[in-house]
């Protein structure tokens, strides 16, 4: 009789926590509708059952939990992000989004919650051992003016390594000509390991989480830029963002925001 009533009440259970995130749209009060791109570990991934599971969902929940309202999660393509924010299609954004000047003029970035270094992966026997090697002319203080002839730096379309890696030698980029597009990281990170390019530009951690999965590749010692994380929300809604920053500034007292980082990040 137990089982059949524990049966009975996981249905209702499950059918309404369906009902209740279908329900769930930018406008229901009661829901926070998350945008991410779930390609980036170990800030958001997809576990063995396809879950959307890292460390931003871990913060997303603990943020929710403390507004009470509950959280639903997608995942688009990076580039969009700032855009469906700005449209007004999901509450906040949480990618492991860095702070920029740019970004700012469409939308609205919260306290920071975490930092970031973008990194530099090569083949382990790459002839690519440091920044510098990646020009090949330099002006008389040591900074670069012309990149390399043949080389290819793989980036994620839309991200800042795909802006810095997008600029001109002087300031420290190596040509839009030079460099290739990818959807996710993971593509950029594989196309490397396959020898096709020469040179990825990704965030540290989805670089040591990456160079663990493909064999053959390392990490460049030199950090490229050093970057800061903050979840971005609608420029109208000054309303979210303050009660999202409240509740970072909770986590942060109560240790929780500690605990999660440790979970996620090695130190
Ligand atoms: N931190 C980088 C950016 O904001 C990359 C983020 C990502 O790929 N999810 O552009």
Redesign the pocket.
Known sequence: MKKILSAILAVIAAISCCFSIASCTADSENCLIMV??A??PP??YLDDNENIVGFDIEVAEAIAEKLGMTLKIESIA?EKIFDEIENGKYDFGM????V?EE?KSQVMFSDTYAT?I?SIIVKEDSEYTKLNDFFAGFDESGNPITAKINITIGV?K??????YASADPVEWGFEEKNVKKYAT?EEAVQALAEGKITAVI??SE?AKSFVDKYSGLKILKTPYAN?S?AICVNKDNTELLGKINNALEELEKDGKLEEIQNKYIAK
């Open positions: 991410t791109d390609d980036f800030f958001e990076f990618a492991g989004l860095t920029n970004r970031g973008q994620q839309g991200t800042t390594g795909d802006t990281g990704i965030d989805p970057e994380y």
